[in-house]
């Protein structure tokens, strides 16, 4: 079980989610985004969280220097990479964090179209001697132009039956979940984790405290009875 709050851009709302314990937070660097946070407020939101929660850098496109040096100043404990393509900096980027942690280090994000789950396949097959390996894949749905909070679902039957869990890294599945429907995402793809960003806010890029709770509390049961199954 692993649950991510991601997009959170204010210090006082993050001191509130943080109460409520999710496994992950999301720190979005992406400036296009209206979840974008400073360097500045980023550092401060980490120094507000938790050894057990981990806070993950989100980048687009970016540089392993630029990540490592974000990464170093915030105070990051993982990164989570979007790239349209199959290259990226991964590879250049070594050990990413020092920080001891529970949860992923390396995140690669996809964003799951016309061409379901071949460009996962394509990118495994790439990189299976890559010397610093991907710990885990977070699959959204493809909007043109976008690198996810669209609020838009991914197919979870594709997902139950072609996504290759004893083989490809740990899933986690992000794309249009909120509280009502979370359970049922869990129930039905059997995911590693979940990530959330516009699922849980009031409007966007601001995050419902009340939302986040009960997103929170659904994934969990919804986890929890996976574990009894």
């Not at 409520?20 to 360097?39: C, K, M, Q, T, W």
Request: glycine share 10%; charged share 20%.
């Amino acid at each position: 079980m692993w649950i991510k709050i991601c997009g959170l851009n204010d210090l006082a709302i993050a001191r509130e989610i943080v109460k409520l314990h999710p496994d992950a937070i999301g720190l979005n660097f992406y400036e296009p985004s209206v979840r974008s946070v400073s360097p500045e407020v980023a550092r401060q939101i980490s120094d507000v969280v938790p050894p057990e929660i981990q806070a993950i850098g989100v980048f687009v496109e970016t540089t392993a220097e630029t990540m490592r040096r974000t990464m170093a100043s915030c105070r990051l404990g993982g990164i989570q990479l979007h790239a349209a393509g199959q290259n990226d900096a991964l590879d250049e980027l070594g050990d990413p964090t020092k920080t001891p942690t529970a949860g992923p280090k390396r995140i690669r994000a996809f964003q799951v179209g016309p061409h379901g789950l071949a460009p996962l396949a394509e990118y495994f097959e790439r990189n299976r001697s890559r010397p610093s390996a991907v710990d885990a894949y977070l699959v959204d749905a493809q909007v043109e132009g976008m690198y996810g909070g669209t609020g838009k679902t991914v197919s979870w039957d594709l997902l139950r039956n072609q996504y290759q869990t004893q083989e490809w890294p740990p899933l986690i599945l992000a794309g249009g979940l909120r509280p009502e429907n979370v359970g049922e995402a869990i129930a039905t793809v059997r995911p590693w984790g979940v990530d959330v960003a516009s699922g849980v806010e009031s409007s966007p890029g601001i995050k419902d405290i009340a939302l986040v709770a009960r997103f929170i509390e659904e994934a969990r049961r919804a986890f929890a009875t996976l574990g009894t199954d």
